[in-house]
Every structure is written in C-alpha cells, then in structure tokens.
C-alpha cells in the first residue's frame, strides 16, 4: 500500500531552524511535493523535488533520498508566520500526489 | 492576478438537503480537482477533470458529483448531505503539459461545508 509518515506537531522558536521529516512508500515515484497550509486556508506549493539532493529557496529548503523513501524542509530563521501545517505529497506512477495529514508547526516567540 | 475563486466561502446545509459548491480559475489550467479535508487530516482526492475528461476516485461516495461546463467552472453537487460530508472542500487546478513531470496544483481558499 502507500503511507506518508510525519510528525503530527513539532514546536519551534522563533529565530531558530527546524526540520520536518518525511517518509513515503508508493507505488512507483514521481518526485515528491511540500504544500503549506495555514490553518483554515488553503495549501501553497512550496517545492518540488524529483532527484536526490538538496534544494534551497530563501528561507525554506528541501532534502531528497529516494532510496531511502525520505524527505524532509527544513526552515530556517524562524518567524511567526510559518506557524503552519507542511504537507509532504509523494508522486506516485500514476502521477496522483499522495497527501500527508501534515505536521502542525508552532513558533513560539 | 490569475486565481482560483471558491464560492462560498462557508456553506451551512440541511442533513439530506441537496448542495452545490463552485470553483472558477483564471489560470487557463486544464486540469480541475476536487478535495475533501477534514480537520488535521490529509486533503482526499474526491475526481479531477483532465479538460472534459472525467476521473472518478474509486472510494468517492455516490453521494458526491460533479459538473464542468467549460474550462473555467467546476462544480461539486453533493446530494444529500450528511453529518460526515461536513469538511472543507477544496479546488485546485493544474496544467498538464505531458513532458512526464508531476502537476504543480494551486488550490483555491476552500469552501467550509456545515451539516446541521
């Protein structure tokens, strides 16, 4: 079958550098996605990653290790607006993006 | 700006009265989904259009259909509504460009759906 395993909520303070963990088993691979959603509204894309490696943007970078069926953002100084729920979305070989329930992030000040 | 436009934004229905949910998008997108999300769990895909194409998910309830009269509307007729329906419902699009590379899907706001 497929699963996407996140923490359910991670705690963080603001300034600071975090990351949240990602893995996935699916059939077949396509690339994986990392969505933000803040609470109430709707998820935003916030990157894509197809091989292994780093990808960095501003503030927010994600890592890929396909053989290892992981994946993970990570966030880096921290401020009051990332208090969010980061949904990682595998690609399966359908091409169907298999959502997480997300990890709820809290920045404390 | 180009965007996807949910309406409404809340929706309060009768358990068992007929509802119909809306999406529109300027993005000239090919493909259009619908989502149901219940609190602190994972968007589910309900169907997406892919232009006329109509791809139903295989554990979407008869209950839930939909309609795309052109490119840019989609509709979610649930016909009768239960207590479980209760969720946010949430549009996106995507372009498919067929090069073999995933959908980015850009959603709109969602519409709340309540079930009293």
């Known amino acids: 079958g497929q699963n996407i395993d996140q923490p359910t909520e991670m705690t963080a303070t603001e300034g600071a550098i975090v990351q949240i963990n990602c893995t996935y088993q699916?059939?077949?691979?396509?690339?994986l996605f990392w969505y933000q959603q803040h609470a109430g509204e709707a998820p935003t894309f916030l990157s894509y990653?197809?091989l292994d490696g780093l990808e960095e943007k501003g503030r927010f970078s994600s890592f890929l290790s396909r053989s290892k069926g992981y994946s993970y953002l990570l966030l880096k100084e921290l401020q009051m607006k990332d208090s969010a729920s980061y949904l990682c979305?595998?690609?399966?070989?359908?091409?169907?993006?298999?959502w997480g329930a997300g990890t709820k992030l809290i920045i404390k000040p | 700006d180009a965007m996807v436009i949910q309406n409404p934004r809340y929706q309060v229905t009768q358990f068992g009265k007929p509802v119909t949910l809306s999406c529109s998008q300027t993005?000239?997108?090919?493909?259009m989904y619908w989502y149901q999300q219940k609190s602190s769990q994972a968007p589910k895909l309900l169907f997406h259009?892919?232009?006329?194409?109509?791809?139903n998910e295989a554990d979407t309830p008869d209950n839930f259909q939909s309609r795309r009269p052109n490119t840019s509307f989609c509709f979610l007729d649930i016909r009768s509504p239960g207590l479980g329906d209760a969720a946010m419902y949430l549009c996106?699009?995507?372009?498919?460009?067929?090069?073999?590379?995933?959908?980015?899907?850009?959603f709109g706001p969602g519409t709340r759906l309540t079930v009293l």
């Open positions: 996106a699009t995507s372009t498919r460009s067929g090069s073999g590379k995933p959908d980015t899907q850009y």
């Open positions: 993005l000239n997108h090919n493909v």
């Open positions: 259009y892919y232009d006329k194409d109509f791809n």
């Open positions: 699916t059939s077949g691979f396509n690339g």
């Open positions: 990653n197809v």
């Open positions: 979305a595998p690609v399966d070989s359908n091409y169907q993006l298999i």
